[in-house]
């Protein structure tokens, strides 16, 4: 029993390790840009973070291992505008987000001329 909880303390602990060195890199110095200044604008660029992790560990046949993995991903979303005194947020239009939004809405009038048809068949 003292074996089994040695290599759940080593798997655990390998698996802290990924979410400590992720956790750190999707900190707020990645999400919130260096502010940048024009013409007395200053824009901070905003983005949104994403990160997940796995490990785990085992023993077969007397060999133990553990292996594990992580991403991160950072997508801009926006910017905070600081002019005059007065701040806001400007969001930016993701162009798939668009092509989603069509192309979900051409299933669902495929699928509604669909039934249509098949209610004036009856």
């Not at 260096?34 to 983005?47: A, D, F, K, Q, W």
């Not at 796995?54 to 291992?65: L, Q, V």
């Amino acid at each position: 029993m003292e074996n089994q909880d040695t290599q759940s303390s080593a798997s655990s602990s390998f698996v802290e390790r990924i979410a400590e060195k992720l956790g750190g890199a999707a900190n707020a110095a990645r999400i919130y840009g260096e502010p940048i200044e024009r013409n007395g604008i200053t824009v901070i660029p905003v983005s949104k973070a994403m990160y997940g992790f796995g490990g785990g560990g085992g023993k077969k046949a007397g060999e133990e291992g553990s292996g594990g993995a992580g991403g991160i991903a950072l997508t801009p979303i926006g910017y905070i505008e600081i002019s005059e005194g007065s701040t806001r947020f400007r969001s930016i239009r993701d162009p798939q987000t668009l092509i989603k939004i069509f192309a979900i809405s051409g299933v669902v009038v495929l699928l509604t001329a669909r039934s249509i048809t098949k209610i004036f068949r009856k």
